[in-house]
């Protein structure tokens, strides 16, 4: 180093004398100088050297941290995805098709798969033809972008709650998440609730089929005695303890029928077999039979009784005649019982807020009393069934309690609702509003002339000359019918059953039959088929359905056979006349 130094020194300071002090000072000086660079720089080395190791261990130290950390999240997840009750796939479009890149959950097991099985797998390659293409479709409709859940039947018997979900990357979607639950328990549940839903229903049906035999039992007898005390009352001459005698059992009688009939539509309603048969109503008329009805009550009882209709009224609406007069009967009724003075008033306006057309609309029907009036405590069980506000009302007015119940139902079926206002011991207002096709009054219709314009004269149509022929199986029925036909001139023939019926129709031709529909050897429908099929040639009769049974389905099947109307037994009398009328014009006619 010395010598190095000195050369350099010589090289760049000829002059100078390398062996005088100041010379030797300056080399010593520079010595000093290189030794303390050389320590510094193997400090400096020894530093770096140790600070180096030192990152490197750390930086190996993060490192396995970091690996161990995600080996423990990755195992976290893992766990948890296998550990989960149900199955996470993941699936992604690949050029073989839909692959699944990951699945994971316990409910592989019970699919009898392992992850392995599935992933990197297709579903074609899994499941069998009919259900990978049912897969298929559902990958490619997540593919596309839509979130949905569908439900799957695997193989082996397990039923799947399935969500798939589109996951996107930059607004692409890049894959799908499958997720899927098992449901068999949950469906077996559901099953089994359908079941014993479809069992009570049955249950229902059968209850409601009992009842229909049931009234058909009751009302069979009901209409004898209601009839005949009728024929005695009208055609006999009675003393007047026996007039009033005869006048109860009418009463009571009728009364029982009224009991039957609450139940009857009660049960119907309840077992949802209450359909609704809409028809174009004249609403005045019908308001007026109501009314007229409850006229001589209130008239009893000193009471003002109004109705009150406006001039913007429909002349028809198309609604169903009997559940609309059911309600209005039962509510006026009600207001007429529980008044002792004052006045009832029936008010009918079009609907406020509800728009009317020339074609439709709602009409508003409120029906006022200032009789014993509800209190706010008995409002909760008015309009539930059997129910009556106090105990004493039974005792005091009679009912059943179902009246509310039913008009209520009623109203809704016909798209409206009842309200009450009613301050007790000073009246009540039950108003409700009903919606129906209106239709305003048509002209009469022009009468036809004949081609050479020359009027034809109607047929005179006798009693004598119109032929009836009465199928009832039921003797005291048979006999009744026969009698109220009788005492207004008509000989109607007898039939017992659908057979002799049929051949008596075959031997003359008849222009009505009055036609029980459940009888023996040949029952109504079998016969009303044979008549109208076999009497060729001749007009066929007009053949009306008399029976006890109700329900819809009765009336479809009687229509399907050919009848054109239905006769409810106990034959109401003017029911039966106003066909007769019918009958009879229509003959007149032509
Ligand atoms: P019911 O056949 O017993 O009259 P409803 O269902 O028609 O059966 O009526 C149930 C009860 O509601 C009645 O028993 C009576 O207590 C009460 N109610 C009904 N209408 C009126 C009214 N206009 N005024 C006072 N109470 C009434």
């Known amino acids: 180093m010395d010598s190095l130094l000195a050369r350099q020194l010589r090289k760049h300071l000829p002059s100078a004398d390398p062996a005088s002090p100041q010379w030797q000072g300056f080399l010593r000086a520079i010595e000093n100088a290189y030794i303390e660079l050389r320590q510094d720089r193997d400090f400096i080395e020894h530093t770096l050297e140790t600070t180096s190791k030192e990152l490197t261990e750390a930086n190996e130290k993060l490192r396995s941290e970091a690996e161990s950390k995600i080996a423990s999240l990755s195992r976290y997840y893992q766990q948890t995805l296998e550990l989960q009750q149900g199955m996470i796939q993941c699936v992604r479009l690949t050029p073989r098709g839909f692959e699944h890149t990951l699945c994971r959950g316990q409910l592989l097991q019970r699919l009898g798969l392992t992850a392995d099985q599935v992933e990197g797998r297709r579903i074609e390659e899994l499941a069998p033809p009919a259900h990978a293409a049912r897969i298929n479709s559902a990958y490619a409709r997540a593919w596309a972008?839509?979130?949905?859940?569908?439900?799957?039947?695997?193989?082996?018997?397990?039923?799947?709650?399935?969500?798939?979900?589109?996951?996107?990357?930059?607004?692409?979607?890049?894959?799908?998440?499958?997720?899927?639950?098992?449901?068999?328990?949950?469906?077996?549940?559901?099953?089994?609730?359908?079941?014993?839903?479809?069992?009570?229903?049955?249950?229902?049906?059968?209850?409601?089929?009992?009842?229909?035999?049931?009234?058909?039992?009751?009302r069979t007898p009901l209409n004898a005695v209601l009839g005949f005390s009728d024929l005695l009352l009208t055609t006999t001459s009675l003393n007047a303890q026996q007039i009033t005698w005869l006048s109860s059992i009418c009463t009571s009688s009728e009364a029982l029928l009224?009991?039957?009939?609450?139940i009857l539509d009660f049960s119907k309603i309840e077992a949802g077999r209450f359909d609704l048969h809409p028809e174009p109503v004249h609403l005045l008329p019908?308001?007026?039979?109501?009314?007229?009805?409850?006229?001589?009550?209130?008239?009893?009882?000193?009471?003002?009784?109004?109705?009150?209709?406006?001039?913007?009224?429909?002349?028809?609406?198309?609604?169903?005649?009997?559940?609309?007069?059911?309600?209005?009967?039962?509510?006026i009724g009600n207001a007429v019982k529980f008044t002792t003075q004052g006045s009832v008033m029936v008010k009918v306006t079009l609907a406020p807020g509800i728009p009317a057309s020339p074609t439709s609309g709602a009409l508003a029907i409120a029906i006022s009393d200032t009789g014993i009036g509800i209190t706010e405590s008995q409002r909760d069980r008015l309009f539930k069934p059997f129910s009556q506000v106090d105990s004493s009302t039974t005792r005091n007015y009679g009912g059943t309690g179902l009246g509310l119940a039913i008009s209520d139902r009623i109203v809704r079926m016909l798209g409206g609702q009842i309200n009450l206002e009613s301050i007790p011991e000073k009246g009540s207002t039950f108003s409700f509003t009903v919606n129906g096709e209106f239709i305003c009054a048509q002209p009469a219709p022009v009468r036809t002339l004949a081609a050479d314009n020359a009027p034809v004269e109607p047929p005179v149509i006798t009693p004598q000359t119109l032929r009836i022929l009465i199928a009832e199986d039921h003797p005291i029925n048979r006999e009744f019918i026969s009698l109220i036909l009788e005492s207004r001139g008509y000989q109607?023939?007898?039939?017992?059953?659908?057979?002799?019926?049929?051949?008596?129709?075959?031997?003359?031709?008849?222009?009505?039959?009055?036609?029980?529909?459940?009888?023996?050897?040949?029952?109504?429908?079998?016969?009303?088929?044979?008549?109208?099929?076999?009497?060729?040639?001749?007009?066929?009769?007009?053949?009306?359905?008399?029976?006890?049974?109700?329900?819809?389905?009765?009336?479809?099947?009687a229509t399907e056979a050919g009848m054109l109307g239905f006769l409810a037994k106990p034959v109401n009398t003017q029911e039966l006349f106003t066909v007769i009328d019918k009958i009879t014009k229509l003959k007149q006619t032509g």
């Open 145 to 218: 972008g839509e979130e949905f859940s569908t439900t799957y039947a695997s193989t082996n018997g397990l039923e799947l709650f399935v969500l798939l979900r589109p996951r996107r990357e930059n607004g692409e979607v890049c894959e799908i998440i499958v997720s899927s639950v098992e449901i068999t328990a949950l469906k077996e549940a559901e099953r089994s609730l359908i079941a014993a839903k479809e069992h009570a229903e049955a249950a229902d049906r059968a209850k409601s089929e009992f009842l229909a035999v049931m009234s058909h039992e009751i």
């Open 258 to 262: 009224a009991l039957i009939n609450d």
């Open 286 to 331: 019908l308001l007026n039979e109501v009314t007229d009805m409850f006229a001589p009550k209130a008239a009893e009882k000193h009471l003002t009784f109004t109705l009150e209709t406006t001039p913007d009224l429909p002349d028809t609406i198309v609604i169903d005649r009997l559940r609309l007069r059911q309600v209005l009967v039962n509510l």
């Open 492 to 557: 109607p023939d007898l039939a017992e059953n659908g057979r002799l019926a049929l051949e008596a129709a075959l031997r003359q031709p008849y222009d009505l039959v009055l036609m029980d529909l459940q009888m023996p050897v040949m029952d109504g429908f079998q016969a009303t088929r044979e008549i109208l099929s076999q009497q060729s040639g001749t007009r066929p009769p007009a053949i009306y359905a008399l029976t006890a049974n109700v329900y819809p389905e009765d009336r479809q099947r």
